[in-house]
C-alpha cells in the first residue's frame, strides 16, 4: 500500500523559533497534500491543501505567513511552523493523495512541543 | 459536505463482530461514505468506502442503508488492534480535484476492545 512518512516524529523548541516538518510519500507520486492539525482529545482539523508547483490553498482561520507550505515536488511537501509559541503544540499530520482515487493515506504524525 | 453523527463510544470483546453505526440523513446523491481511523499517537488510517452498495475488504465491510442515510461499518472479528477512533465522513464526488478532496473529520468513536 501506499506509504507516507514524516520527519521528525517529534520536535521540542523554544518559543519564537521556526520549525520545518516534512512529508514524503515514499512510493507513489501524490497531487495532493493535506497538513492536519491536532489537539489532544480532539479531531484532526484541516489546515492546508497544497498541489505540487502551486500555492496553498489555506483553511479560514489559519495564518498563511505563520504556517508556510512548500509542495515542491510530487513527493514532498514541507510545513514550517514560524514563529512558534506554546499555543502552537500539537499533533501535526499531513496525508497524499494520488489523481482520481479516493483514498487519503496519512503520515504517522510530528508532535511539536514549543517551550 | 454533508454532516455525520456517531455514537461518542462503543466497547466489544475481542473475537467478536462490531458493528459501528453513522448517521448521515443529509446525504447528497454524489457523496461518497468514507471510513477512517486512528490508533493511539498515531496518523489515520483508511478502512473502507462505498457509494451506494455494500462494500468489503480485508480490514471490513460497509453496509449502506437502502435510503443511504445511514451506515455500518463491520469489523468481523474484533482484536485488541483494532482499538482505536472510528471517523465516518462523507466526500463529495463532483467537486473532485485539487482542495475539494478534502476531508472534513468529525468526533468519531472511540472503540474499546476488552480481552
Known amino acids: 500500500g501506499a506509504v507516507v512518512s514524516q520527519h521528525p516524529s517529534r520536535v521540542i523548541c523554544k518559543s519564537g523559533t521556526s520549525v520545518k516538518i516534512e512529508c514524503r510519500s515514499l512510493?507513489?507520486?501524490?497531487?495532493?497534500m493535506f497538513w492536519y492539525r491536532q489537539f489532544p482529545k480532539q479531531s484532526l482539523m484541516l489546515m492546508a491543501t497544497?498541489?505540487?508547483?502551486?500555492?496553498?490553498?489555506?483553511e479560514q482561520g489559519v495564518e498563511k505567513d505563520k504556517f508556510l507550505i512548500n509542495h515542491a515536488s510530487l513527493t514532498l511537501s514541507t510545513l514550517t511552523v514560524t514563529s512558534a509559541h506554546p499555543e502552537d503544540s500539537s499533533f501535526y499530520i499531513c496525508?497524499?493523495?494520488?489523481?482520481?482515487?479516493?483514498?487519503?493515506?496519512f503520515g504517522p504524525g510530528t508532535r511539536l512541543l514549543v517551550l | 459536505d454533508a454532516k455525520t453523527t456517531q455514537p461518542n463510544s462503543m466497547e466489544s470483546n475481542e473475537e467478536e463482530p462490531v458493528h459501528l453505526p453513522c448517521n448521515h440523513s443529509?446525504?447528497?446523491?454524489?457523496?461518497?461514505i468514507h471510513w477512517y481511523r486512528q490508533l493511539p499517537s498515531q496518523g489515520p488510517e483508511y478502512v473502507i468506502h462505498?457509494?451506494?452498495s455494500n462494500v468489503n475488504n480485508r480490514m471490513a465491510s460497509l453496509a449502506i442503508a437502502e435510503d443511504r442515510k445511514s451506515s455500518t461499518l463491520i469489523l468481523h472479528r474484533a482484536t485488541l488492534r483494532d482499538a482505536a477512533v472510528y471517523y465516518c465522513?462523507?466526500?463529495?464526488?463532483?467537486?473532485?480535484?485539487?482542495?475539494?478532496?478534502?476531508?472534513?473529520f468529525g468526533k468519531g468513536t472511540l472503540l474499546t476492545v476488552n480481552p
Open positions: 443529509t446525504i447528497s446523491g454524489t457523496d461518497y
Open positions: 512510493d507513489f507520486q501524490a497531487t495532493t
Open positions: 462505498g457509494l451506494t
Open positions: 465522513i462523507l466526500r463529495d464526488v463532483k467537486n473532485s480535484g485539487g482542495s475539494n478532496y478534502k476531508l472534513t
Open positions: 496525508s497524499a493523495s494520488l489523481a482520481g482515487e479516493e483514498t487519503q493515506y
Open positions: 497544497s498541489n505540487e508547483g502551486s500555492k496553498a490553498t489555506y
